[in-house]
């Protein structure tokens, strides 16, 4: 139960901070944005797909935001390719499908997210959705370390404590 609520306190702040964004530029507009997104640009796709799933400033439409972010996520956002990932992991307006959430996570970790690194990293550590490999969750963790990520500094402390993957320490 707390993994869901902070996954979903995790997506409201997301969506916020976006939000809060776009309210803080005063030279952005939902025009400008759709027009940026219908020429290919992934960050304004991503920022109008927070747009449609909050329903600011355009008419709320959850379809169209994931779609959007989808299309962002192919074309290498990573931020959009995060948010696939947690979307398919946890079953947001979405079927749940760990493959796809592993597949996303993983996109968005090597895009730089650190949350994303921390979570390929208990994904290889835990064989989900892809055969254990400690080595690869300690290169996670540590490439998460180095972004300053708590979860994924306990991690690894366990890990060396434990012996997983590395010389017991």
């Known amino acids: 139960f707390s993994r869901i609520m902070f996954i979903i306190v995790l997506l409201l702040c997301l969506n ?18 759709i027009q940026k997104a219908d020429s290919g640009d992934v960050k304004s796709m991503y920022i109008l797909s927070n747009c449609y799933f909050d329903g600011y400033k355009v008419e709320k439409d959850t379809s169209k935001a994931f779609s959007l972010c989808n299309k962002a996520a192919e074309g290498g956002y990573a931020q959009a390719q995060y948010n696939l990932a947690i979307s398919y992991s946890q079953g947001f307006y979405l079927k749940q499908d760990s493959i796809q959430a592993f597949y996303w996570m993983k996109k968005a970790a090597e895009g730089g997210i650190a949350n994303a690194q921390y979570y390929t990293g208990n994904s290889y550590l835990n064989g989900v959705a892809v055969k254990q490999d400690k080595d690869s969750a300690i290169y996670w963790y540590k490439k998460a370390v180095t972004q300053g990520d708590p979860s994924a500094q306990y991690s690894l402390g366990l890990c060396y404590f434990n012996g997983f993957g590395v010389k017991k320490d």
Not at 16 to 33: F, G, H, P, T
């Open 16 to 33: 916020y901070r976006v939000k809060a964004q776009i309210q803080n530029d005063k030279d952005v507009n939902i025009n400008s944005l």
